[in-house]
């Protein structure tokens, strides 16, 4: 008995140390796990930021060049009739009005030449009218393709501000290059007056880039210098004016710009295989924003932030300090990645302002889906969603693996307690049966009383081994699903008289009182007599064990309705013993369990007997709960459905029963 207790309180002290170490050791690691979670969790979130940002970055270095391109042929096809009309560098001193007449005619019946680089070329669709402005008489001159004639033409309307406008830059070269300038003084100093700007205006203004443009009409014009005196018939100016300068005015077709030119040059660059991938469109900007043209109806909306990038088709002025801004930040690395979303082209000809505020043309774009804000929004919400599924997934399974961890620690632990339970079980009835034998073998044993005595020992002794062992042995049949139940009808009242008899011995050994309440008129339940039986006795014996001083045990047994509307019979278990805690009411039935009360008071058992008989009434469509309270007692019920099957069926098939 020494031998065993040291065993017990040897195994108990390395359970004691092992839980003392363990909740350390799971704060580390918890710790740990949670510490790299949090840095996955912002590695991933950094990580899709970049991402979104570098496709933003990505999106606007390919939309800036095309958007470039779009600018460059928009400005050549301008350009092509500028070179056709050939205005030289000395801005015509040496050409007459006719000269221009002539190339104009030229111009009007020259096949197309759609094969051109770049598609570039002088297309006479874009012109609606070429007139002459003499400024020495205030005469409007229009150039007929047609007639091959020059014709002196009333002044339209809309050409008016225009033309007061040259009539006043009219006096001399230098003034007429400047014509686009409005007649501020304060724009003058700020394009003449801040980092030497007026070199950069004297190589943009000079006499071979004096092409000017007037958005309003839209027309560009140019100065043309006459310093012979002509007649009108030969296509000149007369010699009485005061003026240098006359000017050439090409009137532009604004209906082919916008169902022709504007049309193609989207194609050309803002078109996919499932159509255009942009929204374009051309905006002139003024107090009142006028629409030349737009891919879409819908586009631009009242919401002009709803675009993804916006281009200045003209271009500042170029002496501004605006102009010289442009030209800075297109060379700035620390604002390079936004610049695709608002910045203006170079500019080949300046445009003519009318108030100090002009507004030039803008071109608006933005994807056919949507804003590129939001998509960039949405494809970092998805990736972050995506991210976040990971990461909640990879949280789940470190719990997983923490509980089975726990789980595995805790079935490990309770094994160990198991080997130790039995271990001492076994050893208890071997050691009297030893002692028997070698009271026996020592001549000790002499007298028939003796004799009687020491088998006694060991008949109770070897039952108890023989119980045990068909414990463990019942417990792996019902664990591994070998275990095979004969279901048949059985009384109530039969079962219970066939369970009081295999445990009157240890029952009425121990000196308990056992009281027996059966309802009358109980019905048949279907079950196997053997494993109910083996369930019952485990439950009477867990009373024997736990009722302490209290020599009592009730059994009981009755007809309730189930939850399924079903009648059951419940067969219950009473003691008056020291109760079940609830913290551990939830852990009762679990294999190896035994309560760390229980232990501690070294009462003997194995942890199998609640599991087992769990596992029986589940194996015959029934189910074993528990009620308990410290200090009053326990109460266990095994609930068993009712037959379907007649009370006469029952009587027949149910003999052996009774």
């Not at 660059?269 to 905006?283: C, D, M, Q, R």
């Not at 039952?463 to 279901?487: H, M, P, W, Y």
Request: aromatic share 8%; charged share 20%; proline share 5%.
């Amino acid at each position: 008995m020494l031998m065993q207790r040291s065993f017990a309180s040897r195994t108990k002290g390395i359970g004691d140390w092992g839980t003392k170490k363990l909740p350390l050791f799971w704060i580390a690691v918890l710790s740990g796990m949670a510490s790299l979670l949090i840095a996955v969790a912002v590695l991933q979130y950094r990580w899709t930021k970049q991402l979104s940002v570098a496709t933003e970055a990505r999106i606007g270095s390919t939309l800036q060049p095309l958007m470039m391109r779009w600018h460059l042929d928009f400005y050549g096809e301008l350009s092509a009739l500028c070179v056709a009309l050939q205005v030289g560098p000395d801005s015509g001193a040496r050409d007459n009005w006719n000269d221009y007449l002539r190339r104009y005619v030229d111009l009007s019946h020259a096949p197309m030449n759609h094969g051109s680089v770049e598609n570039i070329y002088a297309n006479p669709d874009l012109i609606e009218n070429i007139y002459i402005w003499d400024s020495s008489d205030s005469r409007l001159l229009r150039l007929n393709a047609h007639t091959a004639k020059i014709e002196i033409s009333s002044i339209p309307q809309d050409l008016q501000p225009l033309l007061a406008r040259l009539q006043a830059k009219s006096s001399s070269l230098s003034s007429a290059l400047r014509a686009w300038e409005f007649p501020d003084s304060s724009a003058e100093k700020r394009s003449r007056g801040h980092d030497g700007l007026a070199s950069s205006a004297s190589q943009r203004t000079d006499k071979s880039s004096g092409w000017q443009f007037d958005k309003n009409i839209p027309a560009i014009v140019h100065p043309i210098v006459d310093s012979d005196p002509r007649s009108l018939r030969s296509g000149t100016r007369p010699a009485n004016g005061q003026n240098p300068v006359d000017w050439a005015v090409i009137v532009l077709n604004l209906d082919y710009i916008q169902r022709r030119m504007l049309p193609d040059l989207t194609k050309r660059y803002f078109s996919g295989p499932e159509g255009l991938e942009y929204k374009l469109a051309v905006i002139a900007t003024e107090k009142t924003p006028r629409l030349i043209f737009s891919s879409d109806p819908e586009f631009p909306s009242s919401n002009h932030g709803a675009f993804d990038s916006r281009m200045n088709i003209f271009g500042p002025p170029p002496e501004s300090l605006e102009g010289h801004f442009w030209q800075f930040i297109g060379n700035s690395e620390s604002s390079r990645h936004e610049e695709w979303r608002n910045f203006s082209a170079p500019v080949w000809f300046p445009v003519i302002q009318y108030t100090s505020h002009d507004e030039p043309w803008m071109l608006l774009l933005q994807h056919h889906t949507g804003p590129l804000d939001a998509i960039a929004a949405s494809i970092w919400r998805r990736n972050l969603i995506t991210g976040s599924i990971v990461l909640v997934l990879l949280t789940v399974d470190l719990g997983l693996i923490i509980f089975v961890s726990r789980r595995a620690q805790k079935l490990a632990k309770l094994q160990l307690d198991f080997v130790a339970s039995v271990s001492h079980e076994l050893l208890t009835p071997l050691a009297a049966i030893y002692c028997s034998g070698q009271n026996v073998m020592d001549g000790l044993v002499q007298t028939k009383a003796d004799s009687l005595a020491h088998g006694s020992i060991i008949t109770s002794q070897a039952r108890q081994l023989t119980d045990l062992v068909k414990q463990i042995l019942l417990f792996a049949s019902t664990e591994n699903g070998t275990n095979r139940n004969t279901l048949r009808p059985l009384q109530v009242l039969g079962i219970l008289q066939y369970v009081r008899k295999n445990v009157a011995v240890l029952v009425e050994g121990a000196g308990f009182n056992v009281e027996q309440h059966v309802q009358a008129g109980m019905p048949y339940v279907m079950g196997d007599l053997s494993g109910l039986s083996h369930c019952l006795q485990n439950l009477i014996l867990n009373a024997v064990k736990y009722s302490g001083k209290n020599r009592w045990i009730g059994i009981s047994a009755s007809v309730h309705e189930a939850e399924n509307h079903h009648q059951e019979v419940r067969i219950s278990v009473h003691d008056h013993g020291a109760g079940i805690s609830s913290s551990e009411l939830p852990h009762i039935f679990e294999p190896f369990y035994r309560s760390p009360e229980v232990v501690n008071a070294q009462i003997h058992g194995t942890g199998l007997g609640l599991a087992v008989a769990k596992r029986i009434a589940e194996a015959m469509g029934g189910r074993l709960s528990v009620t308990s309270e410290l200090g009053v007692g326990s109460t266990f019920t095994l609930h068993l459905p009712v037959s379907l099957k007649s009370e006469a069926e029952m009587a027949l098939a149910a003999p052996e029963s009774n």
